[in-house]
């Protein structure tokens, strides 16, 4: 048995009283845990229910599993208290969103990814003290997309157009997906920016639905068989 700190992507519940929880661990990359009467009320043990939550950060004992077999958890430890992320209900909503889009693009990192794992912890950690949300799902999603190999290339930030199949911006019209105008403005404005970086100018409740739309494409474009996450609706709703 090993320590590992971890991120918990998701929980399954499986029969009556047991857990079936995804995580991305600093140590072994993606793997998948049984977690067996964590739901009984009898329970008596060092694994809580309330750890398990969509993205929280833990530190735990295990050993490392193929990806086709289930592990198992001895002890765990929160290794960050949330202060409002789940008490917040656009912090959850945006926590239960981003957990769905991490369960598909983490599906394949069954190695050790320690600066990837490094950035998720941080933009969590983010995502829970920050005072307004604003753009930040939008940010998450570009700096997501450097770890997993298509991040946008903008070779120039006068180019007319970005070539969504190609990851690139280019001054010819591109034959298929691709963004012009205004949107594609906000999109080489967004490629780049960190967290904690003011907008000289709110973007408008439109142009950010359009574009978490074609970002969320985006990746269908470059991570097969990657879904549009079914919590888009709720987030549209919730952000109006």
């Avoid at 069954?110 to 604003?134: E, H, R, V």
Wanted: hydrophobic share 40%.
């Amino acid at each position: 048995m090993e320590t590992t700190e971890a991120l918990v992507i998701n929980t399954i519940k499986y029969g009556d009283s047991s857990l079936i929880a995804h995580c991305f661990t600093e140590r072994y990359g993606k793997q998948t845990y049984m977690l067996k009467g964590i739901l009984s009320s009898s329970r008596k043990g060092l694994l809580q229910k309330s750890y398990f939550q969509p993205l929280s950060l833990l530190e735990f004992e295990t050993a490392p599993q193929p990806t086709d077999r289930l592990g198992y958890i001895k002890e765990a430890r929160l290794t960050y208290g949330f202060t409002n992320l789940p008490f917040v209900i656009q912090k959850s909503t945006l926590a239960l969103f981003l957990s769905e889009v991490l369960l598909q693009v983490l599906q394949e990192e069954a190695q050790a990814n320690t600066s990837l794992f490094a950035f998720l912890k941080q933009s969590i950690i983010t995502l829970d003290k920050i005072d307004y949300i604003g753009v930040f799902h939008l940010l998450f999603l570009f700096q997501l997309s450097n770890y997993i190999g298509f991040y946008p290339l903008i070779e120039d930030r006068k180019h007319p157009y970005f070539d969504l199949k190609n990851g690139c911006s280019t001054t010819i019209i591109p034959h298929h997906d691709f963004l012009e105008g205004a949107l594609k403005n906000l999109w080489f404005t967004l490629c780049g920016m960190k967290f904690d970086t003011q907008l000289v100018e709110p973007i408008n409740k439109t142009h950010k639905k359009r574009l978490l739309e074609q970002l969320l494409f985006y990746y269908q474009l470059h991570l097969q068989n990657f879904k549009m996450p079914k919590s888009i609706t709720i987030l549209h709703e919730l952000f109006k």
